[in-house]
């Protein structure tokens, strides 16, 4: 039996049973999808390979995706939001690096100083993952997202018919107030 640590979203800590490591992303994914985390987030960020990117499953780190009203694409991780970027490729004398998409937000006063990674000027940045290179890991993405093999057509459900509306209650007015 293994044991995995969450803290959820209000701060509590809460230890989970899984029966085998096979199940381990599974119950991840489970507590994930309510914004519970655990562990965490290495300085750098997390790795992934750039080819996970595009169906990556947030809740494996308890995180979600959110478009801002702007139309930027964001993840929502401890209600901190992070940013995508794109990097380009880099090939110089002193440094070779294949393209990314890095997930970041502007650094914090309170932000430990071992996660926070200089930028041009004075602007720090924290970086939550990043997705470069790499063989793709089809156990990171969205269970029957994206790449997934295709499967045969199901029949859609039956749409459960709409419940008749109750009519509205009829406020009370009060000649008088109590006070």
């Known amino acids: 039996m293994l044991h995995i640590e969450f803290v959820t979203d209000l701060g509590a800590t809460v230890t989970v049973d899984v029966e085998s490591a096979d199940k381990l992303l599974d119950v991840q994914r489970q507590y994930g999808r309510l914004g519970w985390t655990s562990g965490a987030v290495p300085g750098g960020g997390y790795q992934f390979p750039l080819d996970n990117e595009s169906d990556f499953d947030w809740s494996l780190i308890g995180a979600r995706k959110w478009t801002n009203p702007e139309g930027e694409d964001m993840v929502i991780h401890r209600g901190l939001a992070y940013r995508r970027r794109e990097l380009e490729a880099v090939d110089s004398r002193k440094m070779k690096l294949p393209a990314a998409v890095k997930y970041?937000?502007?650094?914090?006063?309170?932000?430990?100083?071992?996660?926070?990674?200089?930028?041009?000027?004075?602007?720090?940045?924290?970086?939550?993952?990043?997705?470069?290179?790499?063989?793709?890991?089809?156990?990171?993405?969205?269970?029957?997202?994206?790449?997934?093999?295709?499967?045969a057509a199901r029949p859609a459900a039956p749409r459960p018919q709409p419940v008749a509306a109750r009519p509205a209650p009829v406020a009370v007015v009060e000649d008088e107030t109590p006070f």
């Open 104 to 151: 970041s937000r502007g650094a914090r006063g309170t932000d430990p100083e071992h996660v926070r990674e200089k930028a041009d000027g004075e602007f720090e940045y924290v970086t939550l993952a990043i997705f470069r290179g790499g063989k793709r890991q089809d156990r990171y993405a969205t269970p029957g997202g994206g790449r997934a093999p295709q499967q």
